[in-house]
């Protein structure tokens, strides 16, 4: 058995696994336990391999997005995303009642009081989602998950979008969801409003608890479609309100917001690894091979400025130590008006203008030499014109560290 079937048997990071807690399309959640602080987490496990096969790497990385968005008492919180050669891990909270399904499987309709409960705690988790601009798209009660203490955690965010995603007649159009639940017009593929549509499927979990099962469809379309109503409206409805207690927000650890892309390499097993390794990652180590794979062919222009052309990613050396160029990076960065998040050798730059929303670049330093590294920036999000007029400004700020090709 290879190291990596090891670790997922006893060990990964921080974490030791225990049993099986269920199985998915991707992959598997286990029961881990935190060995720094003795707490449990429930870990989900999935495969790499079978993502890309079924072309679903997207997907994944809008499920990440949104979990880090999403910060509320009612939903499953994810700690941390780790990810190894051919794994990712989500570290999630561990939730120990059970699905709400299963107790209304066992024993029928709710209480009105009970039933309420949930629903103000489900709205409540709803409203905060959509004010955060993510839409669940799979509300059911197999997705509302209880705790210890009988609260709602709304779970399985994999179907989730993000406002991004509406286009420009202002509409979602991905066909999902589970029949029972999802809302008419998402299955007639004519977009749909998001917001709309998640409401919709809170009125079916609150038709459920009530009658201990799932509504009849309307013969008539139009019926469907007249049925909708705000969370404003729903929260200032008196039978809402009673007894109604708003959410109280923890201090809870920030996920890391290093690049999502950077999950699915190949090339760097740092991030899973480094817990049990004991000690932090380093800038890597460049080989005469390493350098010459970083060039086009055998021409090491690559490894300079290009004079022409538009650009898309851009390599450049630095007489100076890694450590040193992280910091001259990350101040030049900011001095053009970018957001910083820096993770060992590897920095995302965001633009937080108006002129540079949306334009987000990653970078990794490679150390040739102690005062002679390599910088590979590529362009993460955003127009690639723009990325082209950052480097041009962001060449001229770093200018007394830059080599240029035309021999300083």
């Known amino acids: 058995m290879n190291r990596e079937g090891r670790n997922l048997r006893n060990r990964v990071g921080k974490y030791e696994f225990g049993r099986v807690l269920g199985e998915g399309t991707f992959g598997t959640v286990h029961l881990a336990r935190d060995v720094e602080t003795g707490e449990k987490r429930a870990i989900k496990v999935i495969s790499k391999d079978r993502v890309v096969k079924d072309k679903m790497t997207e997907q994944i990385k809008r499920e990440i997005s949104t979990?880090?968005?999403v910060?509320?008492?009612?939903?499953?919180?994810?700690?941390?995303?780790?990810?190894?050669?051919?794994k990712i891990y989500f570290v999630l909270e561990y939730v120990t009642g059970g699905e709400l399904f299963s107790k209304i499987a066992k024993q029928g309709r709710l209480r009105e009081e009970e039933a309420r409960r949930y629903f103000q705690q489900l709205i409540n988790a709803v409203d905060y989602c959509h004010n955060k601009g993510v839409y669940h798209r799979d509300l059911k009660l197999e997705n509302l998950l209880l705790d210890e203490d009988g609260n709602l955690k709304i779970s399985d965010f994999g179907l989730s979008a993000l406002s991004q995603q509406v286009r420009e007649d202002g509409l979602l159009h991905t066909t999902c969801g589970t029949p029972n639940y999802v809302a008419p017009e998402v299955i007639i593929d004519k977009g749909y409003d998001g917001a709309k549509a998640d409401l919709w499927s809170c009125g079916v979990v609150l038709f459920v608890l009530m009658a201990g099962y799932l509504?009849?469809?309307?013969?008539?379309?139009?019926?469907?479609?007249?049925?909708?109503?705000?969370?404003?409206?729903?929260?200032?409805?008196?039978?809402?309100?009673?007894?109604?207690?708003?959410a109280k927000f923890k201090t809870l650890k920030n996920v890391d917001s290093s690049d999502i892309d950077s999950l699915f390499s190949n090339s760097n097993d740092c991030i899973a690894s480094k817990h049990k390794e004991g000690k932090d990652c380093k800038p890597s180590v460049l080989t005469a091979f390493d350098i010459i794979s970083l060039s086009e062919?055998?021409?090491?222009?690559?490894?300079?400025e290009k004079e022409q052309g538009v650009r898309r990613e851009m390599k450049f050396t630095l007489r100076c130590s890694a450590s040193e160029i992280l910091v001259?990076?990350?101040?030049?960065?900011k001095l053009l008006?970018?957001?910083?998040?820096?993770?060992?050798?590897?920095?995302?730059?965001?633009?937080?203008?108006?002129?540079?929303k949306g334009l987000a670049i990653s970078t990794e330093v490679?150390?040739?030499?102690?005062?002679?590294?390599?910088v590979e920036m590529k362009k993460a999000g955003g127009d690639t014109l723009q990325f082209d007029r950052f480097y041009e400004n962001y060449s001229a700020v770093l200018k007394d560290i830059v080599r240029k090709a035309d021999g300083e």
């Open 366 to 374: 490679f150390e040739v030499s102690p005062l002679l590294s390599v």
């Open 337 to 356: 008006g970018f957001s910083v998040k820096r993770q060992n050798n590897k920095m995302r730059l965001e633009g937080n203008d108006l002129d540079r």
């Open 67 to 69: 979990m880090k968005l």
């Open 328 to 333: 001259k990076m990350e101040e030049s960065a």
């Open 215 to 246: 509504p009849f469809d309307e013969p008539n379309i139009m019926n469907l479609y007249k049925k909708r109503i705000t969370i404003p409206h729903i929260m200032d409805n008196s039978w809402f309100k009673k007894g109604y207690k708003p």
């Open 71 to 86: 910060k509320h008492p009612n939903v499953v919180h994810l700690f941390e995303v780790m990810a190894s050669k051919s």
């Open 297 to 304: 062919g055998l021409n090491l222009s690559g490894l300079f």
